[in-house]
Nanobody
Framework: QVQLVESGGRSVKAGGAMILSCVAS????????MGWYRRVPGKERELVAS???????YYKDSVKDRFHISRYDARNTLYLQMARLRPEDTAVYFC????????????WGQGTQVTILS
């Protein structure tokens, strides 16, 4: 089964920036559309951004113009560049296949903690 390893999360002050990375153990080109998700304790995991193999992107309204998703298929890596971070961006961030069906998801990784200090 595909393993997903997220990294890059840390604590920064509001207004700061960081880049998250997700490395897959298998070809993300074969997985298809990929997404970054985040989860806050007590809330459902939500889709933050996604990117299809042809580069088409989607962003949650609250992160538009602040986050940028990209993929480097040759390295099986997904990125999320985040800027002008807000305290409400604090969450554990995960990558996975872009899907609306739970049965389509790959096994979730550990995620990476992002903490934005006000």
């Amino acid at each position: 089964q595909v393993q997903l390893v997220e990294s890059g999360g840390r604590s920064v002050k509001a207004g700061g920036a960081m880049i998250l990375s997700c490395v897959a153990s298998e070809s993300i080109a074969s997985i298809g559309a990929m997404g970054w998700y985040r989860r806050v304790p007590g809330k459902e995991r939500e889709l933050v951004a996604s990117i299809s193999p042809d580069g088409a992107t989607y962003y949650k309204d609250s992160v538009k113009d602040r986050f940028h998703i990209s993929r480097y298929d040759a390295r099986n890596t997904l990125y999320l560049q985040m800027a002008r971070l807000r305290p409400e961006d604090t969450a554990v961030y995960f990558c996975n296949r872009r899907s609306d069906s739970a049965s389509d998801f790959l096994t979730w990784g550990q995620g990476t903690q992002v903490t934005i200090l006000s």
